[in-house]
């Protein structure tokens, strides 16, 4: 599917265009926006997520504490539910990551916000919290549209920023000094944007509130090119030796001769070297990657199931996928591999990179790679027979 026409107005943006918010607000500022979803009606009580956070493949925290006392603390997940039953009864926040992999109606939320290309957005993520609840005065380091979706929370914002310094004797990256600029209550159906670097604080007023957060994070130019490397010093393998047969005689034994220095460097130069059609290959392998936290279950045996004919694989909904437009036409990257895929149309890659299920009888005409895809998702554990 298409994303929204960039220059019609969209509810969930307050009016604004994607257009004009992409150019006004995004990375830029702060967004208030009232009513952004009119009539929304929570499907996912506090019980559902609490029940969610006992699930060892969810990643869910705990947080604990208030403002004026300071005294914050985290536990990290899966929780047994009696420790849920013992909370007090306010001054906590229950959150879980990813949700939009445990609950079907995930995708289609996230999807109202496919104005950002999908390889962006990090999750949706869900948090409960009773009166006092907060995870404190904090910054991010990448974009977040704050979503009400039911009771009501206050959110302050410290515009322009302050000193970043934490307190160092403390669980959490918790700001010493905050000193709100701007104040807001939400309601259900509101929502907050916020770019990167804002200092905020949201706390709980009611024993209703639940707050969705969806995050955008943006890959650290290191780590990227960490990757590259890696990608490279794969190829090359341990074994390659710089190699001087033939040398000649050198007059200085502390100097680091010429001849020397030329080799090495032309060595760096072959494995740094890579043309456009490399580097795009090599990031959509990168940002199509499995993350730490997927929860893959590679099979036990040493050998991976071949495809069945006619059968349809699930799969797993933490898997990344997307395409590009190479210089042949388009590829189609998924959890970390890239594939050919000239014979495809946009509205059929958009429809690869969204299904949950794959079979070999579905794409084999325009996509002979789907037998590769689905060798290395039943090897590397991210599709499952449809059962």
């Not at 026409?5 to 926006?33: E, H, M, N, S, V």
């Not at 992999?101 to 995930?106: A, D, I, L, N, V």
């Not at 999750?123 to 977040?144: E, T």
């Amino acid at each position: 599917m298409a994303a929204p026409d960039p220059d019609t107005p969209l509810t969930l943006l307050g009016g604004l265009t994607p257009a004009a918010f992409l150019r006004d607000y995004w990375q830029q500022k702060p967004l208030l926006i009232r009513g952004a979803i009119s009539g929304f009606e929570n499907p996912i009580e506090p019980d559902d997520l609490a029940g969610l956070a006992t699930d060892p493949e969810a990643g869910s925290r705990l947080v604990l504490g208030h403002r004026e006392r300071n005294d914050w603390d985290v536990e990290y997940g899966p929780f047994e539910p009696e420790r849920l039953a013992r909370l007090p009864e306010r001054d906590w926040t229950l959150l879980v990551s990813d949700v939009e992999r445990f609950w079907p109606g995930g995708p289609e939320f996230l999807a109202q916000f496919d104005f950002i290309p999908r390889w962006r957005r990090d999750d949706l993520m869900i948090s409960y919290a009773p009166p006092g609840g907060s995870v404190g005065p904090h910054v991010d380091q990448y974009d977040v549209f704050l979503f009400q979706a039911a009771g009501r929370r206050r959110w302050q914002i410290q515009d322009p920023p302050g000193s970043p310094e934490c307190f160092e004797d403390l669980p959490l990256a918790i700001l010493r000094e905050f000193r709100p600029t701007d104040s807001w209550e939400l309601e259900p159906g509101d929502m907050l944007y916020l770019p990167p670097g804002v200092p905020h604080y949201g706390e709980s007023l009611d024993r209703e509130c639940m707050t969705w957060s969806v995050g955008f994070r943006a890959p650290a130019i290191l780590d990227v090119l960490t990757g590259f490397l890696e990608e490279r010093a794969n190829v090359i393998g341990d074994q390659a030796r710089f190699e001087d047969p033939g040398r000649p005689a050198d007059q200085w034994p502390g100097e680091l001769p010429a001849g020397d220095r030329r080799e090495l460097r032309d060595a760096l130069r072959a494995l740094l070297a890579a043309d456009d059609a490399d580097l795009d290959a090599y990031l959509g392998r990168f940002l199509t990657r499995p993350t730490s936290g997927t929860g893959l279950t590679p099979p036990d045996d040493t050998e991976a199931p071949a495809p069945q004919p006619g059968a349809r694989y699930r799969v797993h909904p933490g898997i990344r996928r997307a395409w590009y437009r190479g210089p042949d036409g388009p590829v189609l990257c998924i959890a970390g591999h890239d594939h050919p895929a000239s014979a495809l149309e946009p509205d059929q890659l958009e429809t690869f990179c969204t299904v949950e299920t794959l079979a070999a009888a579905d794409w084999e005409a325009g996509f002979p790679s789907i037998h590769q895809v689905l060798e290395d998702g039943l090897r590397e554990g991210w599709l499952e027979p449809d059962d």
